[in-house]
């Protein structure tokens, strides 16, 4: 039945939908040598191109041994000269191979002086030897009394260790007594301030009670002038602008303050007592004196009295007409 051209129109529409049905109708219909051409040509070009990568690789090759045989001529030529001064440089050895021989003969006998020295350094090492020997002998004696000092000194740093302890615990009980001392110290002080304080006390009483004895040389008439009375009279004073409340309080301050008379007339004794009269207790006597003073408008004398008398306090007094008393008795007058 003849194929027509519908039917091979129809047949490529077919083969249009259906693509893998092309590989089988070409194995219908083509030869296998024909189906393997393509791959076979593409084989061919695929081996073309290595082959023409490796023509230009050997190219490259070819020129590069041109230059290494130019670089080759060039070191023959230079190793051709190098040969003539290798010969001549051998002939320059076999000259100093005669003087190597001439030097070998003389290290020869230098070799035999060299065998009798040895004999000697090896009789000298022997004797060394044995002082070697002698040596350890007595490195291992001082090794022994080096391990008695060592337990020696063990037994020292445990004895130090127990003496630092000691120490240690001394020292701390020394620091407790120095602040038992100092605490003593503040005690004592303090019992001296009491002490001090109470004896001038005792003083201002016998002052206010003896005055009339003690003070009979300056004033007639005594009076120890009460404290209340006096602060009654510098309130007037303070009042009236005599002095200023400050003032008053310092005169205050007076441990004893006699009224008499003096020359036939009214005078005042501003007496500081103190234990121990030093340069203040005059200094005191005389402004409070003078503050005093200003209030009864009479004389009023400075006096200090006490039971002991710096020498620089009494210069002082003697200087500023102040009158001293110790113990009742004038010691420094104006």
Request: charged letters at 30%; a negative charge.
């Amino acid at each position: 039945m003849p194929f027509t051209i519908e039917e091979f129109h129809d047949l490529v529409r077919l083969l249009e939908q259906h693509p893998e049905w092309s590989a089988e109708l070409r194995r219908l219909v083509l030869s296998q040598e024909l189906l393997t051409l393509p791959e076979l040509v593409k084989g061919l070009a695929e081996l073309q191109q290595r082959t023409e990568v490796r023509l230009e690789q050997l190219s490259a090759r070819v020129t590069a041994l041109a230059e290494a045989q130019q670089r080759t001529e060039g070191r023959l030529e230079e190793l051709g000269a190098r040969v003539t001064a290798l010969a001549e440089a051998q002939q320059r050895t076999e000259a100093r191979l005669e003087e190597l021989g001439a030097r070998v003969t003389a290290l020869a006998e230098a070799q035999r002086r060299t065998e009798a020295r040895l004999e000697e350094l090896s009789a000298r090492v022997t004797a060394l030897a044995e002082a070697q020997q002698r040596t350890e002998a007595r490195l291992g004696e001082l090794s022994a009394r080096v391990t008695a000092l060592a337990e020696a000194q063990r037994r020292t740093e445990a004895r130090l260790e127990e003496l630092s302890a000691r120490v240690t615990a001394l020292a701390e009980a020394q620091q407790r007594t120095e602040e038992r001392l100092e605490a003593l110290g503040v005690m004592a002080s303090k019992m001296r301030q009491d002490l001090d304080a109470l004896v001038g006390i005792d003083l201002e009483r016998r002052y206010r009670e003896r005055a009339a004895n003690y003070f009979q040389r300056f004033l007639r008439r005594i009076r120890v002038v009460d404290h209340e009375v006096l602060a009654l009279r510098l309130d007037d004073a303070v009042d009236a602008g005599t002095i200023t409340p400050d003032e008053k309080e310092e005169i205050l301050l007076l441990d004893v303050v006699v009224q008499g008379q003096r020359d036939q007339q009214d005078a005042y004794l501003a007496v500081e007592v103190s234990s121990t009269i030093d340069t203040d207790d005059v200094q005191r006597a005389v402004s409070r004196a003078a503050l005093l003073g200003k209030v009864t408008g009479r004389p009023v004398i400075p006096a200090v009295a006490g039971r002991q008398l710096h020498t620089i306090a009494a210069d002082e007094a003697a200087k500023r007409s102040v009158v001293c008393f110790l113990d009742g008795r004038i010691v420094v007058a104006p």
